[in-house]
């Protein structure tokens, strides 16, 4: 009898801390959960602008930019909602937010062919969805700040 006694007592308390446990887990994955937002980021790259030996508008320009094709990428991430200056903002990763490895001038031969990005920044979390920009991000501590749009 003075044997169980203990285990009986062990055991009680390791149901009781356990259904604590429980409880608080279910309301702190209520709180990320409304919290955590999906960040995808859809960018475009264009051919904009095309110069042939300095000149634009050439005759081999023109061909040049109407048969470049547009690159379009996707990536996406987690975020979460946080509070910037009285305004409700994203918190995510800068190589999310980052439009793609893409010089903004491009130098082959006789042509220089100058190319602009398009980036779009879509946020969903369960019902919501919004867009949005980006006001900072920091390369090095990869971190960006998303404003979303009204």
Not at 16 to 26: D, G
Request: charged fraction near 25%.
């Amino acid at each position: 009898m003075k044997r169980i006694v203990p285990v009986i007592i062990i055991f009680v308390m390791q149901v009781f801390f356990t259904a604590c446990n429980s409880r608080s887990l279910k309301s702190q994955y209520s709180v990320l959960e409304k919290q955590t937002v999906f960040v995808e980021n859809s960018t475009v790259v264009k051919a904009a602008r095309c110069a042939q030996l300095g000149v634009e508008g050439t005759p081999d320009c023109k061909l040049l930019l109407e048969s470049l094709p547009d690159i379009y990428s996707r990536s996406t991430g987690s975020g979460t909602f946080i509070n910037h200056k009285g305004k409700i903002t994203v918190l995510t990763v800068e190589h999310v937010c980052s439009g793609s490895d893409v010089p903004n001038l491009i130098e082959r031969g006789e042509f220089m062919v100058e190319v602009k990005q398009e980036i779009k920044l879509k946020i969903a979390s369960g019902n919501f969805v919004s867009f949005g920009k980006v006001i900072k991000a920091d390369k090095e501590k990869d971190l960006c700040l998303i404003e979303l749009d009204e």
